[in-house]
């Protein structure tokens, strides 16, 4: 890295003193000794093994090493500059590609409409959005951002905190008419439950917070999917108690089709997070699609 840093240093000194025309201009502009531009170039030969100028009291002439040497250090000079230009474009105006993961039920539900408001206002990034029932390992690099829910396990990952979600449990009306409500955690084992199959967490396990006091519920049921989606139509058809999150509930617990139990008592928390790599901090495409996220969740989930 070094070698190559001293080469487009010299590269650019030799152009600069070709430019000047003599070594009292060049090394007024380097603000340096005549001496010193003298010293320099010298040394610069020296390294390559050819004489780059033949010098008179009056004028530097270059000889065919130099005018060879000066042509293809001011080529090469102008695609380093080209190529920082276009990195600087890619930092500040949003291109290229974006890879984005989410769920299922709040991809279709939330993500996809996002990326459809973000696709208007950077029509230069061209998005790819891949839904799955469960989230891929972060260390796989398979994309730009995931949209998470809960405290990203990897701590070699940014995540932005994008909504808070709240998982609430609730059944239908007709089913808690017909097998009572429960009053403490440990009633929900005598509760037919829809149980959902969905990353590492524990099946059949429900921990429940209320306070300084938790409890552990062991549940069953004799329904069970990977798909929220399918999870809520059993639960508005009465089947049974359904754990869920609040975003993909909500708007039936206020429409009544759903009704909340145990209110007081919290699960471990499903906050919505923008997750990504550490080194895709300064990619603008990144930067403005999290950014986006977190203007348009702001909107979505306000209370």
């Not at 940014?158 to 429960?182: F, K, S």
């Not at 829809?194 to 099946?203: P, T, V, W």
């Not at 108690?241 to 759903?258: H, K, P």
Request: net charge positive; aromatic share 6%; hydrophobic share 40%.
């Amino acid at each position: 890295m070094a070698a190559h840093n001293t080469a487009s240093q010299e590269m650019q000194f030799f152009s600069t003193l070709m430019r000047c025309g003599s070594l009292a201009a060049a090394a007024r502009e380097l603000q340096v000794s005549p001496p010193a531009v003298s010293k320099r170039l010298a040394a610069l030969e020296s390294r390559l093994g050819v004489t780059l100028l033949h010098r008179t009291t009056r004028r530097l002439a270059l000889t065919h090493e130099g005018e060879t040497y000066l042509a293809q250090a001011r080529r090469i000079l102008g695609e380093i500059e080209a190529l920082e230009r276009e990195l600087h474009g890619a930092r500040s105006e949003p291109t290229g590609v974006l890879r984005v993961n989410a769920t299922l039920g709040f991809g279709r539900m939330h993500v996809a409409p996002v990326i459809t408001s973000f696709s208007r206002r950077f029509p230069k990034v061209d998005v790819q959005l891949q839904l799955s029932v469960n989230p891929p390992p972060l260390t796989e690099d398979a994309f730009d951002v995931c949209v998470r829910f809960g405290e990203p396990p990897d701590a070699r990952v940014v995540a932005r905190l994008l909504a808070p979600n709240r998982r609430l449990l609730c059944a239908a009306p007709a089913y808690l008419q017909r097998q009572g409500t429960p009053r403490v955690p440990h009633d929900l084992a005598a509760h037919n439950v829809i149980q959902i199959r969905q990353g590492d967490e524990a099946f059949g396990l429900w921990r429940l917070r209320s306070g300084k006091r938790a409890e552990t519920v062991r549940v069953r049921g004799n329904l069970s999917t990977n798909d929220g989606e399918i999870a809520v139509s059993w639960a508005l058809a009465g089947h049974g108690i359904v754990l869920r999150a609040e975003w993909d509930v909500a708007r039936y617990i206020r429409s009544g089709r759903l009704q909340q139990v145990l209110e007081n008592w919290q699960t471990p928390p499903a906050d919505i997070h923008a997750v990504y790599p550490a080194r895709h901090q300064g990619t603008a495409r990144v930067r403005a699609f999290v950014d986006h996220l977190a203007e348009e969740f702001a909107r979505r989930f306000a209370p």
